[in-house]
Nanobody
Framework: QVQLVESGGGLVQAGGSLRLSCAAS????????VGWFRQAPGKEREYLAS????????HYADSVKGRFTISRENARNTVYLQMNNLKPEDTAVYYC???????????????WGQGTQVTVSA
């Protein structure tokens, strides 16, 4: 069993930055693929980025490529999502998730955090 806890959300002005953290317990994250997703009110859960197990290869959705960076710190068993140049349309609840194989499909992920709210003001 893997427990995931997100943190780092908050209120930021457009153009600002936030770094989200996804701290894990139960298994080392380097043995799992980890993805970040977000969900705005009335919308489906949207894939943002993922990092593979072991090698730590990364993949991004086109909507965030060049603005968001996913990374992993094995010593802290934590995955981060650095978000720069935030826009009002980035407002959502952000979730991290873990799976044996990192993909862009939410249904592939077995473990989810509780989410952290990100609000970007114009």
């Amino acid at each position: 069993q893997v427990q995931l806890v997100e943190s780092g959300g908050g209120l930021v002005q457009a153009g600002g930055s936030l770094r989200l953290s996804c701290a894990a317990s139960g298994r080392p994250l380097k043995s799992l693929g980890v993805g970040w997703f977000r969900q705005a009110p009335g919308k489906e859960r949207e894939y943002l980025a993922s990092i593979t197990q072991s090698s730590g290869g990364t993949h991004y959705a086109d909507s965030v490529k060049g603005r968001f960076t996913i990374s992993r710190e094995n010593a802290r068993n934590t995955v981060y999502l650095q978000m720069n140049n935030l826009k009002p349309e980035d407002t959502a609840v952000y979730y991290c998730a873990a799976a044996n194989l990192a993909t862009g499909r939410p249904t592939n992920y077995d473990f989810w955090g509780q989410g952290t709210q990100v609000t970007v003001s114009a």
